[in-house]
T-cell receptor, first 112, second 109 residues
Framework: EPEVTQTPSHQVTQMGQEVILRCVPI?????FYWYRQILGQKVEFLVSFYNNEISEKSEIFDDQFSVERPDGSNFTLKIRSTKLEDSAMYFC??????????FGSGTRLTVV | DAKTTQPTSMDCAEGRAANLPCNHSTISGNEYVYWYRQIHSQGPQYIIH???NNETNEMASLIITEDRKSSTLILPHATLRDTAVYYC??????????FGSGTKLNVKP
C-alpha cells in the first residue's frame, strides 16, 4: 500500500534555529497538507498546498512557517526561527483529490 | 470547530464488537462522514467514510442514520491493537479535515 514518507522521524533543535521537515507524498497525489499535534492535544491543521501554491493556512501558520515543493517530489515545511512552543509532532498528509488523506508517520520536533 | 460529538472514552473486551457513536446533527447535504484513528502518536489512519449509505470494508462498518444526524463505527472483533483514539469527522469533498478530541477506545483482554 502506498505510503507518505516523512523525514527525519525525530529532530532536536535549539531555539532560534531553522528546521526543515520533509515529506515524500504518494506519487500521483495532488494535494498536500501539514498538520501538527502538540503532546496531549488535538491534531491541528497548518496549511494546504495545491498546484505549487498555498491554498489555505491556519492562524498557526505565521511568517515563521513556509512550505514548498523544491523538486516536484518532496514537500517541505520550514520553520525559520524555532520557539519552544513549536515542539510537536508534525504530520504530512496527501490526497489525490476528493477523498481521504493519507498521513505520514510524523516528525517529532523538540525545541530546546 | 468540530461539528461532531463523541464520547471521551469507551472500553471494549477483546474479541467483542466495538461500537463507537458519533453525533453530527448539523451535517450538510454535501458532507461525508469520515472515521480516522490514531494509535499512540502515529499519524492518523483512515478507516472508512460514507455519505448516506452504510459502508463496510476490511477494517470496519459504518452505519449512518437515515436523517444523517448520527453514525456508528463498528469494529466487529476488537483486538488489543485496536486501542486508539477514534475520530469522527464530517467534511465536504476538497475541504480540510478538522480533528476534534475523538473517543479513546480501550480494548481489554
Amino acid at each position: 500500500e502506498p505510503e507518505v514518507t516523512q523525514t527525519p522521524s525525530h529532530q532536536v533543535t535549539q531555539m532560534g534555529q531553522e528546521v526543515i521537515l520533509r515529506c515524500v507524498p504518494i506519487s500521483n497525489h495532488l494535494y498536500f497538507y501539514w498538520y501538527r499535534q502538540i503532546l496531549g492535544q488535538k491534531v491541528e491543521f497548518l496549511v494546504s498546498f495545491y498546484n505549487n501554491e498555498i491554498s489555505e493556512k491556519s492562524e498557526i501558520f505565521d511568517d515563521q512557517f513556509s512550505v514548498e515543493r523544491p523538486d516536484g517530489s518532496n514537500f517541505t515545511l520550514k520553520i525559520r526561527s524555532t520557539k519552544l512552543e513549536d515542539s510537536a509532532m508534525y504530520f504530512c498528509a496527501t490526497t489525490l483529490g476528493s477523498y481521504g488523506y493519507t498521513f505520514g508517520s510524523g516528525t517529532r520536533l523538540t525545541v530546546v | 470547530d468540530a461539528k461532531t460529538t463523541q464520547p471521551t472514552s469507551m472500553d471494549c473486551a477483546e474479541g467483542r464488537a466495538a461500537n463507537l457513536p458519533c453525533n453530527h446533527s448539523t451535517i450538510s447535504g454535501n458532507e461525508y462522514v469520515y472515521w480516522y484513528r490514531q494509535i499512540h502518536s502515529q499519524g492518523p489512519q483512515y478507516i472508512i467514510h460514507g455519505l448516506k449509505n452504510n459502508e463496510t470494508n476490511e477494517m470496519a462498518s459504518l452505519i449512518i442514520t437515515e436523517d444523517r444526524k448520527s453514525s456508528t463505527l463498528i469494529l466487529p472483533h476488537a483486538t488489543l491493537r485496536d486501542t486508539a483514539v477514534y475520530y469522527c469527522i464530517v467534511r465536504a469533498l476538497y475541504d480540510k479535515f478538522y480533528f476534534g478530541s475523538g473517543t479513546k477506545l480501550n480494548v481489554k483482554p
